[in-house]
């Protein structure tokens, strides 16, 4: 991404670090076709990600219906659950599917543990001490489990704990979805260099 990023800036002078990375219409194309303008009425796609890195595989594509992304903030959720092992499937996707929690709840990064459980008023030591074993796929002790029960962490979010594998840190997420929403600004901008 960083080299096509650099072609890009090349052919359009353009400063990839300018770019916004709130722009409306760069994020609308993640949920319609919209800001792309494609006039084809039988085109094949419902929102205007393909080609565009970590959001046009059949994968998240088919993750962007279940959560019809409008935030960078549920774009850096995204990259998490897609990064993950059990993070999406059989895990956060159950959850919002069922109306159990919101895209705001569930777990997509690794941060995302410790800082809820923080927020839920664990010392923040044990809360990182859970996110470690958690991430790193081992078994919660039946003390902290009861600590989390204790401290009023739902039943859904220790499962979700106990079903997940393996979890991206958040940092990684946001920089991936950084570089995804650039190239984003390029195809509705710039299409034809886009294209090229």
């Known amino acids: 991404v960083p080299q096509l990023i650099r072609h890009l800036q090349v052919m359009t002078d353009v400063d990839p670090m300018g770019i916004p990375l709130d722009d409306k219409?760069?994020?609308?194309?993640?949920?319609?076709?919209?800001?792309?303008?494609?006039?084809n009425e039988n085109y094949r796609f419902t929102h205007g990600t393909y080609a565009?890195?970590?959001?046009?595989?059949?994968?998240?594509?088919?993750?962007?219906?279940?959560?019809?992304?409008?935030?960078?903030?549920?774009l850096i959720k995204m990259s998490g659950f897609s990064h993950g092992t059990d993070v999406w499937t059989n895990n956060a996707q159950d959850l919002l599917r069922n109306g159990t929690a919101?895209?705001?709840?569930?777990?997509?990064?690794?941060?995302d543990i410790m800082n809820f459980l923080i927020k839920k008023g664990l010392p923040n030591g044990d809360a990182f001490k859970i996110m470690e074993i958690v991430?790193?796929?081992r078994v919660l002790s039946e003390d902290q489990?009861?600590?989390?029960?204790?401290?009023?962490?739902?039943?859904?979010?220790?499962?979700?704990?106990?079903?997940?594998?393996?979890m991206f840190?958040?940092?990684?997420?946001?920089?991936?979805?950084?570089?995804?929403i650039r190239m984003a600004w390029f195809k509705v901008n710039y299409p034809e260099a886009f294209y090229a």
């Open 25 to 39: 219409e760069t994020l609308s194309i993640f949920t319609s076709l919209d800001a792309l303008k494609i006039k």
């Open 135 to 137: 991430r790193k796929n």
């Open 102 to 111: 919101t895209i705001d709840e569930v777990i997509s990064c690794r941060d």
């Open 52 to 74: 565009i890195p970590e959001f046009g595989t059949n994968f998240t594509r088919a993750m962007l219906d279940d959560i019809h992304p409008t935030t960078v903030s549920a």
């Open 169 to 180: 840190p958040r940092a990684h997420a946001a920089a991936y979805v950084m570089m995804s």
């Open 145 to 166: 489990l009861q600590m989390m029960k204790d401290h009023g962490v739902p039943d859904w979010y220790i499962w979700s704990c106990e079903t997940l594998k393996y």
